[in-house]
Structures are given as structure tokens and as C-alpha cells.
């Protein structure tokens, strides 16, 4: 919590907010505020206290707000951080903002989820990284924890755990109704009608959804809402051909 709140305040003193402004934050700007005692730094001395510590490695520190101020974090570290990049469907992100926030409309949720999953890989590009997905994770719980677990002992030196995971563990933390929701989703979408494909043999497939807008009565509004969901979507599938992890990638503009 407390680097939770620290990051509200960095972002804060540059006029932005979690949901709006953040493709803007100045990680060097921060810095520059803290050295100079413009900002308040309680919540991240807090912090720190845990991060710097090293009898609690490993840590795990989980905020997407991360995505947006990691490189002013870095420079406060002791030792630099292996990063476990993991993303989700933007759809699903996108109508999970706007039920949550009544202001969030489905084509700012996309945008939100292009610049957050941009600026992730950005400013994590020189640290040693793992990826997965969401729908990885849910596809075989067990399994794919068990290959992150050896790839950030193997590939980035974090301690190995103690024991291996179980299953009992597995079913504390995953809802196995998310797991029956994914084949029913698969079958809903074999219904659905596809609107473009991405990567090598369109592999990755772009489906039609339900907006609330239409040509018709919001032609401008639809269209930029289209636009968002299939600049999302490339970055979608590049993630899972690995193509958006490459140094040269070419981001789209959000602007």
C-alpha cells in the first residue's frame, strides 16, 4: 500500500492521475521533485524500508501504476528487480474499467491499456524479465507458476521457493469459474463474427463486439473507439507471437 500511495503522489504533482494523463508522467521530473523536497516521500520511505531490506527477498510488489513510475523507482533500489510482465485481453480490461468507473468510457479503457502495457515493457526493457498472460495463467494454473518460478531463478537469480506449488494452493488463489468462463467464452466467439487477424497465418484473430456506440448515431465516436480497439488488438497478438517485446517494436500513437 504504501508505494501505492507514493505513486498517487508522484503522479499527482505532475497534474495526472492513474486514469488520465499518464503516456505524460516524467519519471526524471519525479526524481528531480523528490531530491528537492517537492513532493512528500513518507509513503515511499515506507516502502523502500520493505524493498531495501534483504531479508525480505524475494519481494513481490504488485501495482499497475508501476507500468507508468518504475524508472523512478529504480534509481531508490539496493538491487535491481527481476519483472514479471503479464498481460490480459484488452476487452476484458477495458469493460472491467467501465463498470468500475462510471467516467471510463470502453474506448478510454483501451487506451489506458495500450499506455500501460507500452510504458510496462519500455521501462522494464533493461531488467531481466518474464512474461505470461492472463489466459495462460488460467488455461493450467499449476503449471505455468510452476515454468515462471524456474525462469526467474534460472533466467534472473531470484531465490528459488522453498517447495513447489500445489494444488491446494492453486485453488485458494484462481477461481476455477474464470477457467469455465474461458471455454465458455471460446465458444461464444466461434460464433462471433471476425474482423481481422494478426501475426504469421492470421493466427491471432480480431472478433466483433457489442459496442454501445454505432455509425449511424456517434459516427466519430465509433470510429475512435474501433480505431483504439484495433491498435489494442495488434498489440494483443504481438504479445502473444513475442513480437511486442522486441527492442525495435513500433508502438502506436495514443495521442
Known sequence: ???????????????????AGVIDYDYQQ???DKKQKRITFKEGTKALAVLNNPDNVPWLQKDPRMCITLKTWLPLLNSEPAVLFT???PLEVAQSLKRRENSITLQHGLKLWVIYNMRGVQNSADLCRVTTSNEAILANPQREVARIS???TSKCKVPEPPEGLKQEDVDKFVDVTMQ???????????????????????SCK?????????MKDSPRQYKEEMDMYMKAMQIYCDFKSGKAYETDYEWPDVN
Open 1 to 19: 500500500v504504501p508505494a501505492v500511495l507514493q505513486n498517487d503522489e508522484l503522479m499527482n504533482k505532475q497534474h495526472i492521475w492513474w486514469s
Open 30 to 32: 519525479a526524481l528531480d
Open 87 to 89: 498481460y490480459r485481453h
Open 150 to 152: 524456474r525462469e526467474l
Open 180 to 202: 469455465h468462463n474461458g471455454a465458455q467464452k471460446a465458444a461464444e466467439l466461434a460464433n462471433r463474427t471476425v474482423v481481422k487477424t494478426f501475426n504469421d497465418g492470421g
Open 206 to 214: 480480431v472478433y466483433e463486439y457489442a459496442s454501445e456506440l454505432n
